[in-house]
């Protein structure tokens, strides 16, 4: 079976990019020309996923008309176009997107078991928009490969250094291939002693449908909340998990620094960004010279 539906959850507070995300969600604040989200389902796009549901609050009405203002925007208007850059892999995708609310911000994995319904009896990908990963393929994609081999639930995951362990969901690894690990266990921000291994859990995921079952029985764990990671490890006691030990780099643009570093690395791809930055570097080591 393959995975053609993907959830991503949108419902999240955004309390790193407080006050703003009082009045105006996080993911559509701009990362070069298009919005988080965007950059989001560019990826599930490139993966092949023709059914997107976006899990958001009731206060991201704004998420919505987004995407109701993004086909607008391309009426009419040819898809080789350059100005359509902003489209991305939208311009020319024939699948769709679909909205489930999330009334609390109860954690990620209440937001994922908003998608039931939407989902039904299928495998699905989950994606989390504050996580962009550039790599040369799509890490969905070649998640959505992998599946295909393993046939059960998949984690993309990094290694961290160990005194961040405590920040992320960590594996306990088995490894199975180069880059491919059996998940014996998983644990939600633990102390460094406690950590199982230097492997965290990033926002990629492939899930069976089973994985609602288990969320619906997951207690609030970290941070007073349902966590995904939790609802995997009680999975784990009657499935398979695989994780996937990702290429490319990982950014966090859920905070305004990792924005930051996230908009240069994605601007060195671009030349009428680094056209910018390279006039704006000469002028600053220009002042810094002048100033030494
Ligand atoms: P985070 O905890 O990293 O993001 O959740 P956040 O809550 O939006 O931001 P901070 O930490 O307060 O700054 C990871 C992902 O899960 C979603 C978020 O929207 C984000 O995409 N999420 C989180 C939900 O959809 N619902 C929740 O209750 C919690």
């Known amino acids: 079976m393959t995975i053609r539906k993907a959830v991503i959850p949108c419902a999240g507070l955004g309390t790193r990019f407080l006050p703003f995300t009082k009045v105006m969600p996080k993911e559509l604040v701009p990362l070069l020309d298009k919005p988080l989200i965007h950059h989001a389902i560019d990826e599930a796009i490139a993966s092949d996923i023709d059914e997107i549901v976006l899990v958001t609050s009731p206060e991201k009405e704004a998420l919505r008309r987004y995407f109701e203002e993004l086909p607008k925007g391309l009426e009419g208007r040819s898809t080789d176009n350059p100005d359509l850059a902003f489209a991305g892999e939208y311009s020319s995708w024939g699948g769709t997107i679909s909205f489930v609310e999330q009334r609390e911000p109860n954690g990620l994995g209440h937001a994922v078991l908003m998608a039931e319904e939407a989902i039904g009896l299928e495998p699905f990908a989950v994606l989390l928009p504050d996580d962009l990963i550039l790599s040369t393929s799509p ?61 965290a859990i990033v926002g990629r995921y492939i899930m069976p449908p089973e994985i609602f079952r288990f969320l619906e029985k997951t207690r609030p764990g970290a941070r007073g909340e349902i966590q995904l990671t939790d609802g995997i490890g009680l999975m784990l006691e009657q499935f398979s998990v695989f994780a996937y030990r990702f290429d490319g780099i990982r950014h966090d643009i859920g905070n305004p620094i990792g924005l930051f570093g996230a908009s240069l690395a994605l601007a060195d791809r671009r030349q009428i960004y680094m056209d910018v930055l390279n006039s704006f570097l000469d002028e600053f080591s220009a002042k810094r010279g002048m100033s030494s």
């Open 139 to 199: 890490t969905l994609k070649v998640m959505v490969e992998l599946f295909e081999v393993y046939k059960s639930g998949l984690i993309a995951v990094e290694k961290v250094s160990w005194e961040k362990v405590g920040n992320y969901g960590i594996i306990d690894p088995e490894p199975v291939d180069e880059k491919v690990y059996r998940v014996n266990g998983v644990v939600e921000k633990p102390v460094e002693a406690q950590a199982p291994s230097d492997l």
